[in-house]
């Protein structure tokens, strides 16, 4: 049995106008378990969110963790600037770091737990020597770059790998994963393994971000593996 699930949800698709107030809406009680900050830099994908000064006031403007997923080239040299700016966990993409192990090093001699992710066309493979020094792994279950997009189901044998691995090298691993997912989609993603969510438009999309929280949350916790 894994840990409890974490939701975390992604501003991506916040109102930015009022980035304060929509973080304020996913805090309280029962509420999110850290931020989501998508990173896009219009290269890694074919979008442009924001950098690192909006990433620092996201940390500055709440208590809860931030997980900052980084979909930019190069990230073996911007990477570690996130973690100076406080984020917790600062995620890279598999496809954009040529020294993986030596970034985790530099992320937690920096103070922030590492993350390594996976588009959907890269297997589970390219990461699997790695793992061992990561305290998460990102399994993207869209083509990263938008929000809004439908979970792809063929991802779920990659979650359910990736789970397996864990177990049998025995791991400090958390298993993240983003992009699609709802109500409809998190109890398959629970049994196949994953233990953080991330949920863009099903939380913002809702009248009642808490409730929406809440929602998901109960429906991973009577599905994880
Ligand atoms: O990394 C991302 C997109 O590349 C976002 O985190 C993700 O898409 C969240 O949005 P949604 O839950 O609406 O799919
Ligand atoms: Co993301």
Redesign the pocket.
Known sequence: MTAAPAIHP?I??ADVSRLADEIARICGPGGADGV?V?V?DNHF?P?LSWGLPVVEAVVGCTGLPIDA?L?IEDADRWAPAYAEAGCTTVTAHAEATTAPVRLAAELHRLGARAGIALRPATPLAAVADVLGDFEMLLI??????????S?IESMLPKIQGARRLVGQRGLELSIQI?????AATIERAAEAGADVF????????ADDALAAIGELRALAAAHMC
């Open positions: 992604s991506l698709n989501h998508d896009m994908v979008n997923h979909m993207m279950t869209v083509e990263p770059g938008f929000g809004g997009q979970f983003d992009g699609g997912v709802s991330v949920a863009g438009s099903a939380v913002y999309g």
